[in-house]
């Protein structure tokens, strides 16, 4: 059992931004499919949670993303985003040897 605990305090920094990151992400993909029954300033309390959860990822992806673009799918283009960082910071991780590595399948 000292095994299982070692993996999750071992690579604490990796989990904490692949799961942040894909909270983030599910949840603006949430907010937009929600976005698409209810008007924006509606009182439901997950479509209220949905927008304090990611307001501050969509401010930072509408403050870079071009005017062309529709804000009704700014949380769609803020998901790509967050999947997009989830996936380079990975990477980031795995080439610093701070990411679990995919070895020593079942037998």
């Known amino acids: 059992m000292a095994a299982q605990s070692d993996f999750f305090w071992s690579y604490l920094p990796y989990w904490v931004v692949a799961y942040g990151l ?4 599910w949840t ?9 029954f209810l008007p924006p300033d509606h009182p439901n309390y997950i ?3 949905f927008r304090q959860l990611t307001g ?4 930072l992806t509408d403050f ?9 799918f700014m949380p769609l283009v803020t998901a790509f985003w967050a999947f997009a960082l989830r996936y380079v910071a ?8 701070m990411a679990p590595a995919l070895n020593g399948g079942a037998s």
Do not use: D, E, K, Q
């Open 22 to 25: 894909a909270i983030v992400g």
């Open 28 to 36: 603006c993909i949430g907010r937009f499919l929600m976005s698409a």
């Open 47 to 49: 479509f209220r949670w």
């Open 56 to 59: 501050w990822a969509v401010w």
């Open 64 to 72: 870079i993303t071009p005017r062309f673009v529709n804000p009704r």
């Open 90 to 97: 990975h990477f980031a991780f795995a080439v610093n040897g």
